[in-house]
């Protein structure tokens, strides 16, 4: 039996991030998808997304096996939507940005766990919707998204210098109650 969990990233993740970051770009480039062709996520992205704790990543049996960004902050690319609209376009939401597995993990069903947890995160942070967004050569990341229970919402422009033009998803999660917010103190120390 495997230990899979997920945890914030530190700095010292940085070049292990990197290295899952690239292999997952060759994968998108061989699958003829120019997604991330641009150079981004680049260091100093994940650099930065490491200092603002919204980088994560999925250990499994104490490696490394994938990263995320979960960030709570509204996405601004999100903000003009076209071809459809937001189910709830004015709630709280967290965006997952700049999903990749290692290529030792794919094909074991982790991205699933990898979504699991930051949905778990996302929900302790008082957000029951999710957004994402992926290029529609990106078959893998829309059946997950799929899977998942994301719904496609429409087209959003992202700053991308090849291809801009993404498919927008959202997953809601509102079950007829209210998730009550908790405390910043009380999150920092279960988060940590």
């Known amino acids: 039996m495997s230990t899979i969990y997920l945890r914030r990233a530190k700095l010292a993740d940085l070049n292990t991030i990197m290295e899952i970051i690239e292999e997952a770009r060759k994968a998108l480039k061989n699958a003829g998808n120019p997604q991330w062709q641009d150079g981004h996520p680049d260091r100093a992205m994940i650099s930065r ?13 104490n490696h490394i096996a994938g990263t995320a960004v979960l960030q709570l902050a509204p996405e601004p690319s999100y903000r003009n939507i076209s071809n459809g609209q937001w189910s709830h ?19 074991q069903g982790l991205a ?56 927008a998803f959202e997953l809601n999660l509102d079950h007829g109650y209210k998730v009550t917010r ?9 988060l940590k």
């Not at 376009?89 to 094909?107: D, E, F, K, N, Q």
Request: proline content about 4%; aromatic content about 8%.
């Open 49 to 61: 997304d490491i200092s603002q704790e919204i980088s994560w990543v999925l250990i499994v049996n």
């Open 89 to 107: 376009p004015h709630a709280p939401y967290a965006t997952i940005h700049r999903v990749a597995l290692s290529s030792s993990y794919r094909g």
């Open 112 to 167: 699933k766990f990898l979504f699991s947890n930051l949905i778990t995160v996302g929900q302790l942070q008082g957000r029951n919707n999710f957004r994402l967004d992926t290029h529609e050569k990106n078959q893998p990341m829309q059946r997950l998204a799929h899977n998942l229970g994301f719904v496609r919402c429409g087209n959003v422009t992202v700053n991308d210098k090849n291809d801009p033009k993404r498919l």
């Open 182 to 190: 908790i405390t910043n103190d009380f999150m920092k120390g279960l």
